[in-house]
């Protein structure tokens, strides 16, 4: 017993050893940390031969897959769920058909397969990769944008899809199996489903809120991995996918009160599996197969990825999304699964498909994972740029006291300020869809480009006795700046700051004020934020405006010595999130403050440090 424990320790020690080194290394070239892994699963297993059970670790490790779509149900309320219908059972549906027909046909004509083993064959390339699309999309910050959640709509839709694929198996079987076991397969599938959404509903809030009242964190981390983990076997019994149970079980919770708590028990262990999902996707590659059969090999994974590639894109095109979207979709997807290697396990027991097959089937599907980053990649070089919507520039009735140009948040608000204070104000600004927005609350906004001379020529700026730019970009900005004070020195400008460092290049054109859009705001929440822990108003007024001095001290300072200056006016403290660290001196109890506080000697203690950009 001890040399098997030894030997999992020193096995386990090597994974984690190479994920630490490979990951960050292939991030750090700009590869992707998925890649990584797969190169650290690579050199351990069939290169290095250190280990040599990669399948067993494979099985083990799609719990990260799991813990995956729990965290995406969680972040997908069913209002929202149901918001994207259309592109799961639209979308989602024609890519499964369209590319399971047209992987079938090229198993029927291209490798002489029998027509029920072309059907498995392609309709399991056609399914694609949740793991690898959705870390990828994670880490590029994508999954909220339009493309992510169109991938994602194919995604759970292909999840939806392997219980439909796996009961053709026994129907398709030469092994004589009766059609009653598909119909019974699909019947366990409904009653499990219908069995985790009533327990969903009338059984996790309840328990949750009594492990909760015990205070017992261990405990609430061990229900959390239980609801996982029991939704996940629950489906698995029922002929599902365990992913999906996990999928079905965040949904149902993602209304509950306990969702971030959840999110944050789960979120460790989902980061640690699957990463050790993507490397025991490299430990599993066999390279003996991909040595016997290199040459068909190596044409099936062009292939498969060219097909999917093309079909999702004609599809997302089909189904309105813009040219980059759609590139952005159909390079993302065009690997095979992982739950391919399920299904082709399946269909060679019960001989649809031959052992040896199967086998170059799972390294079909492990190369095209393992070229998802380049595809990905290949993919943004094929972008155009989707330019934003025109509309037709039309000044007529343009000309105020006020030229605004941009009208975001920033610019709205203002916008109410002037507006109730009985100033017109002419609005500008370059985004077809926020213009129709405003107009839909009254707001009349003429579309132009603030760059040019002839759109404020246009919109009145002859007229106006203060230009407000409120732009959200600072390199937009300067350009506003710098034109404005080429062509028109009279006019006044009144500028919306990105960040510090934004403020002081401001102030070096000498425009006559900015604010930045993040300060005023910050200093009525921290104000608030002291009232509300007891301390009276007229206090925490003298200490606010005390920081606001000091920070406008500081910005003189940084002005003419460099952003870096200004370090007497800083906390004795940095400001930093992390680590906490003991004051270098004994801070004062809330109930202790007085106007004390805001005497010289201490006063050099109260500004902020330069802050980061949102």
């Not at 262990?269 to 040459?295: D, K, Q």
Request: glycine share 8%.
């Amino acid at each position: 017993m001890v040399p098997e424990g030894g030997n999992l320790y020193l096995q386990s020690l090597m994974l984690l050893g190479g994920a630490i080194i490979a990951a960050p290394l292939f991030k750090r070239l700009g590869l992707g940390t998925v890649l990584g892994y797969l190169a650290a699963g690579i050199i351990i297993g069939p290169v290095a031969r250190l280990i040599s059970d990669g399948e067993n670790f494979l099985h083990f490790a799609e719990l990260g897959i799991v813990f995956l779509l729990f965290i995406i149900g969680l972040e997908l309320k069913p209002s929202r769920l149901w918001s994207l219908r259309h592109s799961i059972f639209g979308l989602g549906l024609a890519q499964v058909l369209l590319t399971g027909a047209a992987l079938t046909a090229l198993a029927v004509y291209l490798a002489g397969l029998p027509f029920e083993a072309a059907v498995i064959v392609g309709l399991g390339l056609a399914l694609s990769s949740t793991a690898f699309a959705m870390q990828v999309l994670e880490d590029r910050a994508e999954t909220n944008q339009r493309h992510g959640q169109r991938a994602f709509s194919i995604l759970l839709f292909q999840d939806l899809a392997i219980v439909p694929i796996l009961a053709l198996i026994p129907v398709l079987s030469t092994q004589g199996a009766s059609q009653e076991g598909a119909s019974f397969q699909i019947a366990a599938a409904i009653i499990g489903i219908a069995a985790l959404i009533l327990a969903g509903r009338y059984l996790l809030n309840p328990m949750f809120r009594i492990i909760a009242n015990t205070g017992a964190r261990e405990v609430m981390i061990a229900a959390a991995l239980f609801v996982v983990l029991g939704a996940a076997m629950l489906m698995q019994s029922a002929g599902l996918s365990m992913a999906m149970g996990a999928f079905i079980a965040g949904v149902l919770l993602a209304e509950s009160s306990y969702r971030h708590e959840l999110e944050a028990d789960i979120e460790p262990f989902r980061g640690i599996l699957l990463g050790l999902f993507f490397v025991a996707v490299g430990l599993s590659l066999n390279l003996t197969v991909i040595a016997e059969n290199w040459l068909a090999i190596l044409l099936a994974v062009p292939v498969l990825m060219a097909v999917k590639i093309a079909i999702v894109y004609l599809l997302c095109r089909i189904f309105r999304s813009g040219h980059d979207d759609a590139i952005r979709v159909a390079f993302l997807l065009p690997q095979g699964g992982e739950f391919g290697f399920v299904l082709f396990t399946a269909a060679s027991a019960a001989a649809i498909i031959s052992g040896s097959l199967a086998s170059q089937l799972v390294a079909v599907v492990t190369i095209s994972m393992a070229l998802t980053p380049l595809s990905v990649a290949l993919g943004n070089r094929l972008l155009a740029g989707d330019k934003e919507e025109e509309m037709e520039e039309d000044f007529d009735g343009a000309g105020a006291d006020v030229l605004m140009i941009g009208f975001s948040r920033y610019g709205q608000i203002a916008a109410q300020i002037l507006l109730a204070g009985g100033i017109d104000v002419t609005v500008i600004d370059s985004s077809a869809n926020r213009i129709r927005a405003a107009g839909k609350f009254g707001f009349r906004i003429y579309f132009g480009d603030g760059t040019r001379k002839d759109v404020l020529e246009a919109s009145g700026i002859r007229r106006a006795k203060i230009v407000a730019i409120c732009t959200q970009k600072k390199d937009v900005t300067n350009r506003i700046v710098d034109l404005i004070q080429s062509e028109f020195p009279d006019v006044k400008l009144f500028v919306r700051s990105y960040d510090r460092e934004h403020t002081l290049q401001l102030r070096a054109k000498q425009v006559d004020y900015e604010l930045r859009e993040t300060f005023e705001s910050g200093l009525v929440f921290g104000r608030r934020t002291l009232e509300k822990l007891g301390i009276s108003e007229d206090l925490a007024g003298q200490i606010t405006e005390a920081v606001r001095k000091r920070d406008e001290d500081r910005l003189h300072v940084q002005a003419t010595e460099g952003i870096l200056a200004g370090k007497h006016l800083l906390f004795n403290r940095p400001v930093t999130p992390e680590p906490l660290m003991k004051p270098t001196r004994e801070a004062k109890p809330l109930d202790k403050i007085t106007e004390e506080t805001l005497a010289p000697a201490e006063a050099t203690d109260m500004a902020v440090q330069a802050e980061p950009a949102e």
